[in-house]
Each structure stands twice: as C-alpha cells, then as structure tokens.
C-alpha cells in the first residue's frame, strides 16, 4: 500500500525557514515511473501545486509565488521527499501536503492535481508577521 506521510510543519516568524519532509512507503523509490509533488491549501482557499520533483529525470517544478525560495530535493536513501521553505511570508501560511502521481514527467511538464493518486495527511505551516 503506497503511503506518504507529512512532517516538519511548524509556527514561525516572516523571513524564517521550514524544511517539510515526506516520508514514503509501499513503491520503490529508485523506479524512473513517479513524481512526488507538494501542495498547499489555506483557509478559504483552493488547494495549489507549489513543487513537484519527477524520478524520471530529476527536473523539478515550482509555483511562480514560491520560485527562489524553495526547495524540493529527494533522499533515495530515506525514500523521503524535502520541501525546503526560506524567506516564508505569512501568505506562506497553509496546511501542506505531499502527493504521488505514477507515470514518466520529464523537464517542463505539467502536474496536474488530478494525476497525483495517493495523498498525505497534511502539516499545518503558520508564518506570523
């Protein structure tokens, strides 16, 4: 059974940072065949893709309101995902979660929500002002 599991979330101030981790189970994290993304919802709002990394090549992906600022990496030797988060904003504020999407995601290629089947329980990340 394919698990993914959300951790690191916590409170801090504007300008600080975050380092969110997605521990994974149940697939085999070497394969060429997924992509992990992140994802992010506030109170009152939709849910948004904030990065995503493939396995196939390696090449990532960040929303433009987070670009420079994070993150996401991959450790083959803990099958765990980062999201690394610095210079957060309190608009950063949200729960995040992370997701899986099966299949082959090269350089520049679209995300979208519905392919990502399996899905984290969320981690609460508030940024004050």
């Known amino acids: 059974e394919v698990q993914l599991v959300e951790s690191g979330g916590g409170f801090v101030q504007a300008g600080g940072f975050l380092r969110l981790s997605c521990a994974t189970s149940?697939?085999?994290?070497?394969?060429?065949?997924?992509?992990i993304g992140w994802f992010r919802q506030a109170p009152g709002k939709e849910r948004e893709g904030v990065a995503a990394?493939?396995?196939?090549?390696?090449?990532?992906y960040y929303a433009d309101s987070v670009k420079g600022r994070f993150t996401i990496s991959s450790d083959y030797n803990k099958n765990t995902v980062y999201l690394r988060m610095t210079s957060l904003k309190p608009e950063d504020t949200a729960v995040y979660y992370c997701?899986?999407?099966?299949?082959?995601?090269?350089?520049?290629?679209?995300?979208?929500?519905?392919?990502?089947?399996?899905w984290g329980q969320g981690t609460q990340v508030t940024v004050s002002s």
């Open positions: 997701a899986i999407a099966f299949g082959e995601y090269y350089g520049g290629s679209h995300y979208p929500e519905t392919d990502f089947t399996h």
């Open positions: 149940g697939f085999i994290f070497a394969d060429y065949g997924y992509a």
């Open positions: 990394i493939s396995s196939t090549d390696g090449s990532t």
